[in-house]
């Protein structure tokens, strides 16, 4: 536990170096007391760390009767950390807020102070995916960061080598969007051009917590855990809300579906042009903003994790219910609890050591 606290106090001194917080005290804030208070609360577990985006997500569940809480909060760094039980297993609930950034941020320091025998990451999300419809629960074997590119500069294409790529920093491997295959309002001819060129998309750099530190390690689509995804497996036939009130009702029987692959991004995604490329290119199903961050932080820290997007929208829009995430984003937050709940009374007493798929 030492260790992590030491680990922690120099995360958080970085973040403030980062953001330049001139003539600011950098204060690790674990006090003797709050120290001793966490010793007390993780000897009460370990515990499954609930990972959750925004407060419209966090509420139903801290609604719902299956959530038991218990007295202990321990406010740290911005973040508040919830203590109670759904079931019989203790849980830690924790919003991360919007963004890449704060998933990452949120997710290191659950880990880092609290003990933590697995994650489970839920919330809503866009759909890339044809075939599934609005307040579907999607539950992706493969996460990745879609947002790390080498942008091209104008002139060259996919023979041309990139900067840095043979110091190993970029690759060409995974593949690239080209500008000029989305032109409009143009005479049709052979091919098109556009000074923006092309973004090659490119894996993380990760540093896990077995390896060498310093030594690089690269991954893209990382793996949820294998024991949690057959679990996620017996939820197939789990009833889902299919109506907001009794007049708003989604036009299709929702349903929880285990499916490829899902990605997140800096970006609010709402183009249909952009939401076909990447399904077609990658076979995402949701699309979002935090959930490869806590799939990157797991697979380094080597915790066992699972994410639940329940979908509120087509992306960039498409049927006459689709991208109506103002509509149905309280249904699809429903549904997605609805499914952690049971995900979290299937789990075994003791959580196996992690596992990728």
């Known amino acids: 536990m030492g260790r992590r606290v030491l680990c ?13 917080a001139q003539n600011a005290l950098v204060s690790c804030a674990l ?9 007390r609360i993780n000897e009460e577990g370990p515990y499954i760390g609930l990972v959750i985006p925004n407060s419209f997500e966090l509420n139903p569940l801290l609604q719902n009767p299956a959530y038991t809480p218990s007295e202990n909060i321990i406010d740290f760094a911005g973040r508040r950390f919830r203590f109670g039980s759904i079931g019989d297993k203790p849980v830690i609930l924790v919003m991360t807020g919007l963004s890449v950034i704060n998933a990452a941020i949120t997710t290191q320091l659950l880990l880092s102070i609290f003990n933590i025998e697995g994650v489970v990451h839920y919330g809503i999300a866009g759909n890339a995916n044809p075939s599934l419809n609005i307040g579907d629960v999607a539950i992706p074997h493969f996460w990745a960061h879609l947002t790390l ?14 900067p840095l790529e043979q110091n190993g920093d970029y690759t060409r491997n995974v593949g690239y969007l ?12 052979d091919s098109f051009d556009n ?7 490119q894996p993380e750099e990760v540093f896990p917590v077995d390896g060498i530190p310093e030594q690089r390690q690269h991954a893209l689509w990382v793996p949820v855990d294998y024991h949690y995804y057959q679990i996620a497996s017996r939820l197939k036939k789990l009833k889902l809300d299919e109506c907001i009130n009794s007049t708003t009702c989604l036009s299709t029987t929702p349903k929880v579906e285990l499916v490829e692959r899902g990605a997140s991004a800096s970006i609010y995604i709402d183009n249909a042009a952009y939401r076909s490329f990447i399904y077609n290119k990658f076979h995402v199903t949701p699309v979002e903003m935090e959930s490869a961050s806590v799939a990157l932080i797991c697979l380094q820290q080597r915790v066992p994790f699972i994410v639940i997007r329940a979908l509120s929208d087509l992306a960039g829009g498409g049927s006459s219910d689709s991208n109506e995430a103002d509509t ?24 196996p050591k992690w596992s990728p798929m």
């Open 8 to 20: 922690l106090c120099m995360f958080i001194g970085a973040l403030f170096m980062l953001f330049n």
């Open 31 to 39: 006090t003797s007391q709050l120290q001793e208070e966490i010793t």
């Open 149 to 162: 590119w080498s942008w091209q500069r104008y002139g060259e294409g996919p023979s041309n080598t990139l």
């Open 178 to 189: 080209k500008f000029g295959d989305f032109m409009s309002n143009v005479s049709w001819g």
């Open 195 to 201: 000074l923006l060129n092309r973004i090659w998309y």
């Open 328 to 351: 149905f984003a309280p249904l699809a937050a429903t549904n997605s609890v609805k499914v952690v709940i049971e995900f979290i009374k299937l789990l075994p007493s003791k959580t």
